[in-house]
């Protein structure tokens, strides 16, 4: 069982940046890889960002690869998604999750996720 709880969602101009952050806590959470999900309203949800052991291996979406950038602090369970260059389409409810870590791959599918903390970008 793990908890999430992440932050740091706002409002910002096109070209601006945020910093969402977020804390896990439970059982096992180090046998996790953490992450980000985002979901607009009328979309599918779709993953963002993750890091995990070993080697703090990191994917990104295509669609914010270069502009975004995670941080995974394995000791104290902590990731971070640093925002920059934000567009219009990254407009979105962003959530903080986990996926099981098999030791070699991430799970397909996360297994918990947050409460979500919205971002809102304006042209």
């Known amino acids: 069982q793990v908890q999430l709880v992440e932050s740091g969602g706002g409002s910002v101009q096109a070209g601006g940046s945020l910093r969402l952050s977020c804390t896990a806590s439970g059982t096992n959470v180090g046998k996790y890889c953490l992450g980000w999900l985002r979901q607009a309203p009328g979309k599918e949800r779709e993953e963002v960002a993750y890091?995990?052991?070993?080697?703090?291996?990191?994917m990104y979406d295509p669609s914010v690869k270069g502009r975004f950038a995670i941080a995974h602090n394995y000791a104290k369970n902590t990731v971070t998604l640093q925002m920059n260059n934000l567009k219009p389409e990254d407009t979105a409810m962003y959530y903080c999750?986990?996926?099981?870590?098999?030791?070699?791959?991430?799970?397909?599918?996360?297994?918990?996720w947050g409460q979500g903390t919205q971002v809102t970008v304006s042209s």
């Open positions: 999750a986990a996926w099981l870590y098999g030791g070699i791959w991430c799970s397909d599918e996360a297994a918990y």
């Open positions: 890091a995990y052991a070993p080697g703090d291996n990191q």
